[in-house]
């Protein structure tokens, strides 16, 4: 549902999703993230850790502006970031490819909800992984078992839009 802003310009709809970075080393890819948050109308970015945070020269050149236009709360660690969430009743899934990880098609959601990814080399914060309401995966069918964080993160988001209406 599209609905006017004061100026009479047609807003764009907004989804209750917040996305917890959890010491992300590639500013490249936060940025891509900021991206991902702007164009699936999501509710804030939480960084976590060293994750690059807005304002920073790396990440607004893949962000291209959308680190102006989304929300951003950076946190010492994760951990603390999804106590954030929770205490705003979102649900908080980890992304992750651990042993037990539910498929993301078959998880039940319910809004709103935050989405913790990590790492790429270290992955999520154990402490992190023990505070999150359900740990998913994102299927994969090669030989490798992950995806670059900001395209598994943009499948998982565009899914549970799809998903959730």
């Known amino acids: 549902m599209r609905v006017e802003t004061q100026d009479g310009a047609p807003s ?14 590639s ?28 304002p920073h020269p790396k990440l607004a050149k893949s962000a291209r502006g959308c680190d102006e236009l989304v929300a951003c709360t950076h946190f010492a660690n994760s951990a603390d970031a999804v106590s954030a969430a929770q205490a705003e009743g979102r649900m908080v899934i980890a ?17 709103p909800l935050a989405l913790v990814l990590g790492n790429e080399a270290l992955g999520i914060a154990p402490e992190t992984l023990d505070a999150c ?4 995966r994102l299927p994969v069918f090669g030989s490798k078992n992950s995806l670059n964080v900001a395209n598994c993160a943009s499948a998982v988001v565009y899914d549970i839009l799809r998903r959730l209406g």
């Open 133 to 136: 309401d359900s740990v998913a």
């Open 95 to 111: 992304i992750e490819t651990v042993a037990g990880a539910l498929n993301i098609w078959d998880l039940p959601l319910q809004m």
């Open 27 to 54: 500013a490249y890819n936060v940025g891509n993230l900021f991206r991902l948050a702007e164009v699936a109308g999501l509710d804030a970015v939480y960084t976590c850790g060293y994750t690059a945070t807005p």
């Open 12 to 25: 764009r709809p907004r989804h209750s999703v917040v996305l917890i970075l959890d010491r992300l080393r």
